[in-house]
């Protein structure tokens, strides 16, 4: 197995074993694994993709995410992101796909509105836009280290709320419907995970932050936003351009992402399964209460 570093300080493309070996071969997926909590962001390329195969690929990292309430794949292991009908024609424009994709374009990480958050998302590219619809990484870790040591003081014992229907607000006020406001409701972590296997902390923050315990609501989005773009200078970050069959999987713990835009008239397909954290992943630490219940 190579690793190739691809990024400023993070991400690296995996060759000479694929998620086929990986899926098949405790020693191959222990191998990609280590390379996962040190690069934070795997690509593949050129994978035989399945959905078999990226759901055997995927469980070996731990339990899958259900796709939540009202998203495509819905109750499945698989989150579809897609400007392309089960009929086969392209959305409309403003149609409910077509902002999400917008909201997918603010930076985040996945599922951190969600009880358990997420250690991995994987994510295959099964038809990839031809123009733009590339996929932007900073490292949360690198971010953590860059803060001014008086912020991580102030930020290590911090606990921040995040609230899916938060960041579709920023998009359109109905973009969260009342079934996804009412399974979803905000959830609490430490804005600091600490990774087990080699102690780095990362800053724990999204799109979807929307307050932190202790300020005034006002205060504590403006210090997000400052915190987000001081994470995303444009020199910090990975991005990747897709070709169909790549399949990326990130650290949902020490980085955020951003989807790019696309052209309306272009198809683009893609197919993410979810790996929830677990206390061996850090996450006991993040909420001890929650995790002794
Ligand atoms: C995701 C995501 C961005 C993209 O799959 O979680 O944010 O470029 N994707 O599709
Ligand atoms: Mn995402």
Redesign the pocket.
């Known amino acids: 197995m190579e690793v190739i570093p691809l990024g400023p300080g993070f991400a690296a493309e995996i060759r000479g074993v694929g998620l086929t070996e990986a899926a098949a071969s405790d020693d191959v997926y222990q191998a990609v694994r280590s390379a996962f909590e040190e690069h934070s962001v795997l690509v593949f390329r050129k994978q035989p993709i399945t959905d078999e195969l990226q759901l055997a690929f995927s469980r070996k990292f731990g339990p899958l995410e259900i796709a939540k309430a009202a998203s495509r794949g819905e109750g499945t292991s698989f ?1 579809i ?1 897609t400007n392309v009908e089960p009929d086969g024609s392209l959305v409309p424009p403003g149609h409910k796909e077509e902002l999400r994709a917008k909201a ?1 374009q603010l930076w ?1 990480t ?1 599922s951190c509105f969600k009880i358990p958050p997420a250690l991995t ?1 994987i ?1 295959s590219g099964r038809t990839v836009a031809a123009t733009g ?3 932007e990484f900073t490292s949360m870790r690198l971010t953590w280290e860059r803060l001014p040591a008086e912020t991580r003081h102030r930020l290590e014992n911090a606990w921040a709320w995040h609230d899916y229907a938060h960041s579709r607000g920023k998009i359109a006020s109905h973009l969260a419907s009342e079934r996804e406001r009412s399974t979803m409701p905000a959830v609490s972590w430490r804005m600091r995970w600490r990774n087990p296997v080699n102690g780095r902390d990362a800053l724990y923050i999204a799109s979807h932050t929307c307050a932190i315990d202790g300020m005034e609501r006002e205060e504590a989005l403006k210090l997000v936003d400052e915190l987000t773009a001081f994470a995303t200078q444009p020199e910090h970050l990975y991005k990747h351009h897709w070709q169909n069959g790549d399949v990326i999987m990130w650290d949902n713990r020490a980085t955020m ?4 835009p696309w052209p309306a008239d272009q198809p683009r397909y ?1 197919m ?1 399964t979810t790996v929830s954290a677990t206390d061996a992943d850090g996450l006991a630490a993040m909420w001890p209460e929650r995790s002794a219940a």
């Open positions: 989150s992101l997918n985040h996945d998302s994510l619809g590339e996929t992402h951003r989807g790019r893609m993410r």
